[in-house]
């Protein structure tokens, strides 16, 4: 299986990459489009302000790819933030995959979340074998607000999307790669999709 991790200049993806190969798989790093096309599984990984990632992927031309992936993509934090139609950092426009808003916490949470949550009401083969209300590590000051697309949730001074599905796009607002045996689960299922 040829798996592709986008580099952008956006993303903690050592540790992405050390997840999968725990599971066996040689993940490439590439911002190349014939790489990208050719993938059979893609991730779209992202760590750091929505703004700046999404003038990378501008200046690259992948913003304009990534919409056309007919592969499995799985966007992992800012990565799936950037996928939605908008976002409140930096005032940004995503790639609108996901027909949802990012907003960020009110000051009533400590913002940025950073820890452990549980995600629960899971609707996706993405979270076959995981169990309702399981651990995931987060770490965010902004989430995706609920849509059609919602296929888990999580608490966090108010119940927000943290999974989305729109066709073969997938997205995580918790890091699979830092979420201990759920996570890597999570990571399996993406394989096996």
Known sequence: MKLVIINYG???IKSIQFAFKRLGIDAILSNDPDEILAAD?????G???ASSAMAMLQNSGLNKLIPTLKQPVLGICLGMQLLCESTEEGNTKGLGIFRTKVKRFTN???VPQMGWNVIKDLKSDLFSGIKENEYMYL???YYAE???ETIA????GINYASALQHDNFYG???HPEKSSLAGAKILQNFLDL
Do not use: L, M, R
């Not at 599984?41 to 990984?45: D, R």
């Not at 949730?153 to 966090?156: A, E, H, L, R, S």
């Open 146 to 148: 609920h849509c059609g």
């Open 10 to 12: 956006a993303g903690n």
């Open 153 to 156: 949730k999580t608490d966090y």
């Open 47 to 49: 760590v750091g302000e």
């Open 172 to 174: 995580v607002q918790f």
């Open 108 to 110: 009533d949470v400590k």
């Open 41 to 45: 599984k893609i991730i779209f990984p």
């Open 139 to 141: 770490v965010h000051s």
